[in-house]
């Protein structure tokens, strides 16, 4: 399913947000081999702290019944302003809440509920994951046959130009200096 604009903004809102020397980060952390939980975002740093980030664009989004992968020692909702002032009483209070990438809700630690090492190879895997998608567009048969439909696009252009050229030439011989006032074009 596409992704929505606005869980595209929040989710580049909490990227610029969260991109800082010494911590790493990742959308769509699949826990576990062949989990069923997956974390909209992901970040772990060189102090070791994690982070999990669930994305929520709309009420019954936040009132889902689908599992929301709260595994980190922090752990936040990432939402509107809107949304939050609908549901803020329904946030437990470990969760901390960023809207916009601006975070106004504080996390509290907890323990981790999924074991480290789970938790490093889940992200390394999505990394690569990411690494192979960046990779693939890069495939140089992939970018032959863009600069082949780049360059007949630009033929196609150039004979429609011509083209057009050559109409208003063929208007302009008929008609005199003034065509386009006798055809109603201007």
Same mark, same amino acid.
């Given at each position: 399913?596409?992704?929505?604009?606005?869980?595209?903004?929040?989710?580049?809102?909490?990227?610029?947000?969260?991109?800082?020397?010494?911590?790493?980060?990742?959308?769509?952390?699949?826990?576990?081999?062949?989990?069923?939980?997956?974390?909209?975002?992901?970040?772990?740093?060189?102090?070791?702290?994690?982070?999990?980030?669930?994305?929520?664009?709309?009420?019954?989004?936040?009132?889902? /019944?689908?599992? /929301?992968?709260?595994?980190?020692?922090?752990?936040?909702?990432?939402?509107?302003?809107?949304?939050?002032?609908?549901?803020?009483?329904?946030?437990?209070?470990?969760?901390?809440?960023?809207?916009?990438?601006?975070?106004?809700?504080?996390?509290?630690?907890?323990?981790?509920?999924?074991?480290?090492?789970?938790?490093?190879?889940?992200?390394?895997?999505?990394?690569?994951?990411?690494?192979?998608?960046?990779?693939?567009?890069?495939?140089?048969?992939?970018?032959?046959?863009?600069?082949?439909?780049?360059?007949?696009?630009?033929?196609?252009?150039?004979?429609?130009?011509?083209?057009?050229?050559?109409?208003?030439?063929?208007?302009?011989?008929?008609?005199?200096?003034?065509?386009?006032?006798?055809?109603?074009?201007?």
């Amino acid at each position: 399913m596409a992704k929505t604009e606005q869980t595209v903004e929040l989710e580049k809102a909490i990227y610029r947000s969260t991109n800082k020397q010494g911590t790493f980060g990742c959308f769509e952390v699949t826990i576990g081999w062949f989990g069923s939980e997956r974390v909209d975002y992901m970040t772990y740093d060189t102090k070791g702290i994690w982070r999990c980030y669930e994305v929520k664009v709309s009420v019954s989004d936040f009132r889902s /019944k689908a599992k /929301k992968t709260f595994c980190g020692h922090f752990n936040y909702y990432v939402m509107t302003k809107e949304l939050f002032e609908k549901v803020k009483d329904e946030i437990p209070s470990h969760i901390g809440v960023y809207l916009y990438g601006r975070c106004v809700k504080r996390a509290k630690k907890q323990e981790l509920e999924v074991d480290e090492q789970i938790l490093k190879d889940s992200l390394i895997r999505s990394l690569a994951r990411e690494v192979q998608k960046q990779f693939k567009s890069e495939d140089p048969l992939v970018i032959t046959s863009l600069n082949n439909q780049i360059r007949r696009a630009k033929s196609d252009a150039d004979m429609y130009r011509k083209s057009y050229q050559e109409l208003r030439n063929d208007l302009y011989k008929k008609y005199g200096r003034d065509w386009e006032t006798k055809l109603g074009v201007r």
